[in-house]
Each structure stands twice: as C-alpha cells, then as structure tokens.
C-alpha cells in the first residue's frame, strides 16, 4: 500500500521579454521541468512557450490570467455580469455616443464614465508583487539599499 500522498506542487515560471526571449541562444534545450515561459500575445490566440522545453511525461500547468469579456451578440443578449458594470457601460456609452451626434458630453457625465470605469478596473485589480530593476536601487548612508518610488532611480 503507498502512504505518500501525492501533494501538487506549483513551480512559478519567470516571464521572458521579447529581448530576453530573442537573447536565448538555443532555445530547444529540455529539462524534466521549465523554468521560464515567453508569451506571444498573438490574435486571436496568443503562443505559450515554456523553457527549457518539458521532458516530463506527467507534467500539468495552470494559467492564471485575466479574461475579456465577450462581445455582446446582440442588444437583447443576457449577460451577468458583477457589480458596477452597468453603470459602467450606459456611462462610457453615452460618452462614446456624444461624438455621434455631433455633441459635447456634459462635465458630469464625463465624470460618471471616468469614475465606475475606474471602479470596475480596480475591482479586477489583482495583487501582485513590486517587482523593479536591481539597477533602481541606491545605496544609502548607512551601506543599506533602498528604492525612492517618489523620484525613482
């Protein structure tokens, strides 16, 4: 009987850059798992490539990514959507319509379009790490490095 549990363990894969992707110089080495990925936002699907390349037989993944969402079929589509989107979408059209009629939108619709279009992004605001260059960072008085995010490098 085995009585090691099987426990799924996460590898978080470092993001490459297209001028750290194109500075990979063999870019088909294998290893049993990756540790970097590089992605190509192509339309309407984007390419995934992991590296070094899996040789892994079992190895699965999970992408956690942020969806669009999909464009209405038609002015009668059901939708559900979360909360603030509504006024989201009448203000930011309304807004949008003003320049089809050859009008000015009013200062305070403006406002209302800027405001719940602001609330729906910081809704989907996910957190994640600070992350900046190790050139960023100064060395002060007391020989320990510090970062100003006020006035930068």
Do not use: H
Not at 130 to 147: C, H, I, N, P, T
């Amino acid at each position: 009987m085995d009585t090691s549990p099987a426990l799924p363990v996460e590898f978080q894969l470092q993001p490459l850059t297209d001028d750290a992707w194109s500075r990979v110089p063999i870019k088909t080495i294998t290893a049993p798992y990756p540790t970097c990925y590089y992605y190509n936002p192509t339309f309407p699907l984007g390419a995934l490539t992991l590296w070094p390349i899996p040789t892994s037989a079992t190895l699965t993944g999970e992408l956690y990514a942020p969806q669009a969402v999909a464009e209405f079929a038609s002015l009668d589509t059901a939708v559900s959507l979360p909360p603030g989107y509504r006024r989201m979408l009448i203000k930011n059209v309304a807004v949008c319509l003003c320049a089809s009629y050859e009008r000015e939108p009013r200062a305070d619709l403006k406002e209302d379009a800027i405001e719940s279009l602001a609330i729906v992004k910081r809704s989907n605001k996910r957190l994640a790490d600070m992350q900046f260059e190790d050139g960023a960072l100064v060395q002060g008085k007391s020989k320990r490095f510090y970062y100003n995010i006020n006035t930068g490098p």
